[in-house]
């Protein structure tokens, strides 16, 4: 990835010394490597140039909605509407650009007249469910996404027909992984739903999930993805299941804690941890930026750069613990020395992924995150989680403009109100945190 970075700078040199004008290719080559604001000095220029470039106003849009200058980006994509009306990607842009700043409203409405003109456009079709579901109307939401799952093959008929019969007792059903490992830890409760219908659940999962998930009671046959299945009745991806058993926020299951961590790992953190009489919280900083959706959008992006934590370091009685692997551990050699975060070496490695987090946690007073799988790992272990979420509009999963989650009655939601405004939403979180230490 780095030598094809560097690649990318070379050529943009090398262009600049060939190319007396700017052109798309270098505009799209700056986008491309997420220098946007050079990316955006360049279509401006090709704009001055030719004001019906149409290419050039919608890469212009796409650059200002990835820095979060949403007002921008609108007036770019309404640049490229007025040269053609009927360009859906552009009008689908300018819908996702009201849903990032939180207006569903006006963003369903986009999307309506888009699919009322042309049907056929999916990813409008895609977008105005998950617009329904993000908003919290569960019933426009589901209905429209069902086109989706028949269309991608995960509808899951046969596991339908099983519940709508109520015959789904001793049948043999298999949950197959869908998304990232977060996504596996957030769905895999629909497993303990469908063993208390009597079902036999066979789960096949991500082969560095089957750690924690084997301490799973309500599994009965937990494979790796690519090995061969075992034979069932029917089966069903895990991120399709809300949608199969058509739950919304009160009837979605809530049971907490549904992973458990290792005993015997639990005792031994405790063991590490306890000389330190502090209050204690775990925290994460980033999420995996390759499984980012979208990933050329940084305002999507759910991470806060880690010095920004630094105010909670200043609390007295508190001490900070890092439970981030992999990307954003290169952030731990920039600290500055007054900075006190307590590292785990080796994390993970001897038990296996996620089962030391999974114990460190049981023996922490509080988990602070970004959106990725440890929110969802202590989130469903029963930990008390605050969810740090950026400022375009959540995932569908967490409702907007709500700081609870009808997923994990132990969550609490802190949103960032401007783009990229970190230190305002850690000031909210130092405030809480203040609190909630006053009051224990």
């Known amino acids: 990835m780095k030598n094809k970075k560097i690649l990318s700078i070379l050529f943009l040199s090398i262009s600049y010394i060939l190319h007396t004008t700017p052109s798309l290719e270098i505009g ?15 279509y401006r220029e090709i704009i001055n140039d030719e004001s019906d470039n149409i290419n050039a106003f919608f890469n212009l849009g796409c650059c200002y909605l990835a820095l979060g200058e949403s007002e921008k980006a609108l007036d770019a994509f309404d640049a490229v509407l007025r040269l053609n009306p009927h360009a859906w990607p552009a009008l689908y842009n300018k819908a996702f650009t009201y849903k990032t700043i939180g207006d569903l409203d006006t963003a369903i409405k986009i999307y309506q007249e888009i699919i009322n003109i042309c049907p056929e456009y999916e990813p409008a079709q895609l977008g105005l469910g998950f617009a329904y579901i993000t908003q919290g109307d569960f019933e426009h939401g589901w209905q429209q996404h069902k086109r989706y ?3 991608s093959g995960k509808n899951g008929d046969a596991l339908r027909a099983l519940l709508e019969n109520n015959t789904v007792a001793h049948k043999k059903i298999l949950l197959r992984p869908e998304g990232g490992l977060g996504d596996t830890l957030h769905f895999i409760r629909y497993a303990e739903r469908l063993k208390n219908m009597g079902a036999d659940v066979i789960v096949a999962c991500q082969k ?13 046959h937990l494979i790796p993805c690519g090995v061969k299945l075992p034979d069932y009745d029917a089966d069903a991806t895990l991120m399709s299941l809300p949608a199969i058993f058509n739950d919304n926020d009160t009837t979605a299951p809530r049971t907490i804690p549904y992973l458990f961590a290792d005993p015997q790992l639990i005792k031994y953190w405790k063991q590490r941890l306890t000389r330190d009489t502090n209050f204690k919280i775990g925290i994460c900083w980033q999420a995996d930026v390759h499984n980012d959706i979208p990933s050329k959008l940084p305002i999507a992006r759910r991470g ?5 934590f630094a105010p909670l370091n200043s609390i007295q009685g508190v001490s900070l613990y890092s439970l981030q692997k992999y990307d954003g551990v290169e952030q731990l050699a920039t600290l500055p020395s007054g900075f006190t975060l307590h590292v785990f070496d080796n994390l993970d490695e001897k038990a296996g992924p996620f089962m030391d987090t999974a114990a460190i946690i049981k023996n922490l007073d509080l988990v602070i995150t970004v959106d990725t799988a440890i929110a969802h790992l202590a989130g469903a272990l029963g930990a008390k989680v ?19 989650s009808y997923w994990y009655p132990n969550v609490r939601i802190f949103k960032q109100q401007k783009p990229f405004d970190y230190e305002g939403v850690i000031q909210e979180v130092y405030g809480a945190l203040q609190e909630l230490i006053t009051q224990q």
């Open 28 to 42: 799209m080559e700056y986008q491309k490597n997420e220098q946007f604001t050079d990316a955006i000095e360049c």
């Open 149 to 151: 799952l028949m269309q």
């Open 208 to 220: 560095p999930l089957i750690p924690i998930l084997s301490r799973c009671i309500y599994i009965d």
């Open 304 to 308: 806060v750069p880690l010095i920004n």
């Open 386 to 404: 605050w969810i740090i979420q950026p400022y375009a509009t959540a995932d569908w999963r967490w409702i907007c403009h709500r700081t609870d």
